[in-house]
């Protein structure tokens, strides 16, 4: 295995039209993460997976985005209508288990709306 | 609210000197603290990270330590080294209650030949 892989890298979309995005994680990890990167801002937490099961989604999230992990392996992270204020660092991690052990990181799926 | 604050945009540090890194929190619920690691392109890798139960630990050239009290982590790299220039993110989370991770805006480090 050779760490998280996210797909695609780079996309470019009109305003309005709809982006999904793929992360697979570590294979044994169970954890899994969906951040936000903007130009001078650290990585914002987005939704994260236990598993199959999302945990939590920010509060700050549009209902314009949607996330998916539907076997515990994979995830996808779909944005409906978007806007220019969309573009961005999309990165997804993942862990083993938490309460000691660190999330990696995959190299991000850079969006930009036009 | 910024839960995770590095209020340091960017340190510039001379070769084989030490770099310190500092960070401050406010959530007292937080009790495992990280530190990553960005190249330009590239998603954060991690460096190095604390639980709450200690306040020191230590890796190679990388150690950081917490002070609870003051809510306060602080990484330190001896000697540093040209390729230790990139934007460190401290990060921390609550552990088995909450353990999203949360993100400071990042501090970037310049390593003068």
Known sequence: ?114 | DQQVKQNSPSLSVQEGRISILNCDYTNSMFDYFLWYKKYPAEGPTFLISISSIKDKNEDGRFTVFLNKSAKHLSLHIVPSQPGDSAVYFCAASGGNRDDKIIFGKGTRLHILP
Request: hydrophobic content about 30%; aromatic content about 12%.
């Open chain 1, 1 to 114: 295995d050779t760490g998280v892989s996210q797909d695609p890298r780079h996309k470019i979309t009109k305003r309005g039209q709809n982006v999904t995005f793929r992360c697979d994680p570590i294979s044994e990890h169970n954890r899994l993460y969906w951040y936000r990167q903007t130009l001078g801002q650290g990585p914002e937490f987005l939704t994260y997976f236990q598993n199959e099961a999302q945990l939590e989604k920010s509060r700050l999230l549009s209902d314009r985005f949607s996330a998916e992990r539907p076997k515990g392996s994979f995830s996808t992270l779909e944005i409906q209508r978007t806007e220019q204020g969309d573009s961005a660092m999309y990165l997804c991690a993942s862990s083993l288990v938490w309460g000691g052990t660190e999330a990696f990181f995959g190299q991000g799926t850079r969006l930009t709306v036009v």
